[in-house]
Nanobody, 124 residues
Framework: QVQLVESGGGLVQAGGSLSLSCAAS????????MGWFRQAPGKEREFVSA????????YYSDSVKGRFTISRDNAKNTGYLQINSLKPEDTAVYYC?????????????????WGQGTQVTVSS
């Protein structure tokens, strides 16, 4: 199995940027599709973005499209989420997840491995 550790969260003003990282260990990271999800207080966890094993296919939720960029470096066993033009409604705990499924999914149920999350707080 693979272990995931997120980093890069923090407190930022609206309009600012953050770079989140997801460091993988255990089995080769290239074996997994990767997703980012987030959960705000009192809300359900929601899909943010996903990327295929090779990095050639990416998906974004409508709420982040054009502001967030997902990427990965399989040689470094690390995934990334660049988040720009942050809004207060982006405040949440951000989780990276890995899936062994064939296709890239937006469904959190298809991700078996999860990190512990990193807090992103956006002040207005």
């Amino acid at each position: 199995q693979v272990q995931l550790v997120e980093s890069g969260g923090g407190l930022v003003q609206a309009g600012g940027s953050l770079s989140l990282s997801c460091a993988a260990s255990g089995r080769p990271f290239r074996w997994y599709n990767m997703g980012w999800f987030r959960q705000a207080p009192g809300k359900e966890r929601e899909f943010v973005s996903a990327i295929s094993r090779s990095g050639d296919t990416t998906y974004y939720s409508d709420s982040v499209k054009g502001r967030f960029t997902i990427s990965r470096d399989n040689a470094k066993n690390t995934g990334y989420l660049q988040i720009n033009s942050l809004k207060p409604e982006d405040t949440a705990v951000y989780y990276c997840a890995a899936s062994e499924r064939v296709g890239v999914s937006k469904n959190s149920d298809e991700y078996a491995y999860w990190g512990q999350g990193t807090q992103v707080t956006v002040s207005s």
